[in-house]
């Protein structure tokens, strides 16, 4: 079935550095792009940002750009997203989406299960 599995959440320390992975499973994966979103409690989901699905182009949120960077590998149907110089602000549950089309990149089809991070001295 589709699927999409986020790992690598967890604790870390202001200014310290992160690495998310998504598990893509039940279809094409290098014919999607892909998202990661977050929501912090009480707060709507945002966007963090999106990259192509051959991986050549991406784009990020003002609020990320500079400490995040997405990546992707199609051999494996992962994603990834290195976060660097982490901020309290950061804390949030983490999402991977999938979309079909950059047009339609606001707009995902297939969605994970969300992973927590929490930066917390």
């Known amino acids: 079935q589709v699927q999409l599995v986020e790992s690598g959440g967890g604790l870390v320390q202001p200014g310290g550095s992160l690495r998310l992975s998504c598990a893509a499973s039940?279809?094409?994966?290098?014919?999607?792009?892909m998202s990661w979103y977050r929501q912090a409690p009480g707060k709507e989901r945002e966007l963090v940002g999106h990259?192509?699905?051959?991986?050549?182009?991406?784009e990020y949120a003002d609020s990320v750009k500079g400490r995040f960077s997405i990546s992707r590998d199609n051999a494996k149907n992962t994603v990834y997203l290195q976060m660097n110089s982490l901020k309290p602000e950061d804390t949030a549950v983490y999402y991977c989406?999938?979309?079909?089309?950059?047009?339609?990149?606001?707009?995902?089809?297939?969605w994970g299960q969300g992973t927590q991070v929490t930066v917390s001295s």
């Open positions: 990259i192509l699905s051959t991986g050549y182009s991406t």
């Open positions: 039940g279809f094409t994966f290098g014919l999607y792009g």
């Open positions: 989406a999938a979309f079909r089309n950059w047009a339609n990149r606001n707009v995902p089809t297939v």
